[in-house]
């Protein structure tokens, strides 16, 4: 029998937990269990071949997941609220049902949330519970911000985790990944001229938590093992306004990158079926109060006590800017 520690890894064929598996993948104390839908896909064959082992497990089952984690030292959980958003069965329901497909994926998001929750309370053993989650936007906006579905979903799970199960609320920690870095490239357009604009409804001057998860969320977590439970920290690589971010794409590419400023109605008519007034309402929420809300319990990751090893927007966009502007 194995005395390695054991990482579960919910989603380790996605970003998140691909980055947790390629963190402890060579730590000799550790040894790594993925979960996926799919155990043998192609996807979880990768991860098998680099020495994971690779289980079946359904986020909408949780006995399957009771299964899944057996064992584990600690468990890395996720949901994915854009996954519900575009599941056919689920638009099917919104119609059904009389409402709209951001409360149908919200109330998916928030039922895997606590399956996973319910099915880490019944391992023996566990140490930690990591929760990769998101600020509750309704609270900290004061009522002001109601269609921010995707990051109070995810609270849901730490809330339940506390109301119900306070003994295991001592072992979790929780990371708050920032604006992914990678989603720049949904927002620069090529003008005419062959510059490039960046829009979103926030000011010029909002400051934004950049944050490459595929490469810093894995560090995070590492990290968080290596402290006392019950913190939870901010995914941050780099604080930067927009005008901070475009002058940083024009200094590394010189291509001119400006920016401008548009409204959400702007945002929902180029993206309509409820994605828009998401991500409309995201953006409002990050200009006021702030994209972490005013959680006073929510630390920088300098203050965590350990280093972590973090991408910052220049080491990004230098490596990923030239695909980007030969797509």
Known sequence: MSTKKLIVIVGITGNQGGSVANAFLNLPDWRIRGISR?????????????????????????SSLKSAFSGATAIFGITDFWQQFSIPENHALAAKEGKTINEIAYAAEVAQGHNIVDAAASVE???????STLSKSREWSKGKILWNYHFDSKWAAVEYLRERYPEMTKKASFVQPGMFMQNYRMMARKQEDGSYK?????????????????????????????????KQVAGVGSW????????????ISGVNCTYQQITVDDLEKAMP????????????YM????????????????????????????????????????A
């Open 38 to 62: 799919n155990s043998s896909s192609a996807s979880s064959a990768a991860w098998a071949a680099k020495g994971a082992e690779m289980v079946s497990g359904d986020l909408d089952d949780v």
């Open 125 to 131: 053993g566990l140490d930690r519970l990591v929760l």
């Open 198 to 230: 960046v829009t979103s409804p926030t000011t010029a001057e909002t400051v934004i938590p950049w944050f490459d998860p595929m490469a810093d969320i894995g560090n995070f977590v590492r990290a968080l093992l290596e402290v006392a439970p019950g």
């Open 240 to 251: 930067l306004n927009w005008n901070q971010w475009c002058e940083l794409f024009t200094k």
């Open 273 to 284: 079926g409820g994605a828009g007034r998401e991500i409309g309402d995201m953006f409002k």
């Open 287 to 326: 200009e006021d109060p702030g994209y972490f809300g005013s959680d006073p319990t929510l630390i920088q990751p300098e203050d965590l006590g350990v280093e972590i090893k973090r991408t910052t927007a220049e080491d990004f966009l230098k490596v990923d800017l030239p695909s980007f502007l030969k």
